[in-house]
């Protein structure tokens, strides 16, 4: 079986992260829930935005929550993850708290 591929229909350079790598939204990006199930997520700065509908928005938050998913989960979880990453709404590898603003 090969690697997985990222969005971009290769192997990443790297390949994909480790399972388990913590994945954060990418720092201008905001995510909203939506009332009637479903997520938006927006980035401040260029304005694009890209919505799931409420299955997933489940796979995004258990992305957040429990970082890259492990190969057992599939090639399409994997895909999706890594269509995040490289679409920049997710950043890999580095904590959320780590991101956090300081406020300085």
């Known amino acids: 079986?090969?690697?997985?591929?990222?969005g971009t229909g290769t192997a990443a350079a790297s390949g994909p992260p480790k399972t388990g790598t913590p994945l954060r939204l990418a720092p201008d990006v905001v995510a909203t829930p939506l009332p009637y199930g479903g997520?938006?997520?927006?980035?401040?700065?260029?304005?694009?935005l890209?919505?799931?509908?409420?299955?997933?928005?489940?796979?995004?938050?258990?992305?957040l929550a429990?970082?890259?998913?492990?190969?057992a989960a599939g090639l399409a979880a994997w895909?999706?993850?890594?269509?995040?990453?490289?679409?920049?709404?997710?950043?890999?590898?580095?904590s959320a708290d780590a991101a956090a603003p300081t406020g300085r």
């Not at 429990?66 to 190969?71: A, N």
């Open 1 to 6: 079986m090969s690697a997985p591929t990222t």
């Open 39 to 48: 997520l938006v997520l927006v980035n401040a700065v260029t304005l694009q």
């Open 50 to 63: 890209t919505e799931f509908g409420e299955g997933a928005a489940a796979v995004v938050d258990r992305l």
């Open 66 to 71: 429990l970082g890259f998913p492990p190969p």
């Open 79 to 94: 895909k999706f993850a890594g269509d995040l990453i490289d679409a920049g709404w997710f950043l890999a590898g580095a």
